[in-house]
C-alpha cells in the first residue's frame, strides 16, 4: 500500500511539470551524469550543488524542479501567454511568482494588447 501512495504521488508531481511545462512557461532537463558506475548518484544537484534525493518535488526561484532518477527538470512557474508588444512591458514579481504586462508610459496601467 505504502508503494502505491509514494507511486501516485511521484505520477502526480510529474503531472504537475508537464503542465507548467506546457503553459508558456520555459523549462529544462539536465540529464543525471554517472561518472563512476561502482557509486552511482543518490540524487539530483541543482544548481546551487544541494543534493535532492530521487523522486523529490521542490520550488526555488519560482521554479519548480522535480528529480528522478534520469535527471533533473525544472519549469519556470512564471508564465504570460504570447510576446510582449512594443508598447508594453513586462513586469515580474518574484515573491508571488506572477508577471503582468503595463504600458511602458504609464506603469499603473495593465496593457491589453488586441
Same mark, same amino acid.
Given at each position: 500500500?505504502?508503494? +502505491?501512495?509514494?507511486?501516485?504521488? %511521484? *505520477? &502526480? @508531481?510529474?503531472?504537475?511539470? %508537464? %503542465?507548467? @511545462? ?5 523549462? *529544462? *532537463?539536465?540529464? +543525471? /551524469? &554517472? ?10 544537484? !541543482?544548481? #546551487?550543488?544541494?543534493?535532492? #534525493? *530521487? ?14 532518477? =534520469?535527471?533533473?527538470?525544472? @519549469? ?14 513586462? &513586469? &515580474? !514579481?518574484?515573491? =508571488? ?10 506603469? =499603473?496601467? /495593465? @496593457?491589453?494588447?488586441?
Amino acid at each position: 500500500y505504502g508503494s +502505491l501512495v509514494a507511486s501516485l504521488r %511521484v *505520477f &502526480v @508531481c510529474l503531472l504537475g511539470l %508537464v %503542465v507548467l @511545462c506546457h503553459s508558456d512557461s520555459s523549462c *529544462f *532537463f539536465k540529464e +543525471l /551524469e &554517472v561518472k563512476d558506475k561502482a557509486n552511482p548518484p543518490k540524487g539530483c544537484e !541543482d544548481k #546551487d550543488g544541494k543534493l535532492h #534525493d *530521487f523522486d523529490t518535488a521542490w520550488e526555488r526561484d519560482c521554479n519548480e524542479c522535480y528529480c528522478s532518477r =534520469t535527471g533533473l527538470s525544472c @519549469c519556470n512557474m512564471i508564465s504570460y501567454a504570447g510576446l510582449v508588444p512594443d508598447e508594453c512591458e513586462l &513586469v &515580474v !514579481d518574484r515573491t =508571488t511568482c506572477s508577471a503582468k504586462m503595463v504600458q511602458k508610459s504609464d506603469k =499603473t496601467k /495593465e @496593457c491589453n494588447p488586441l
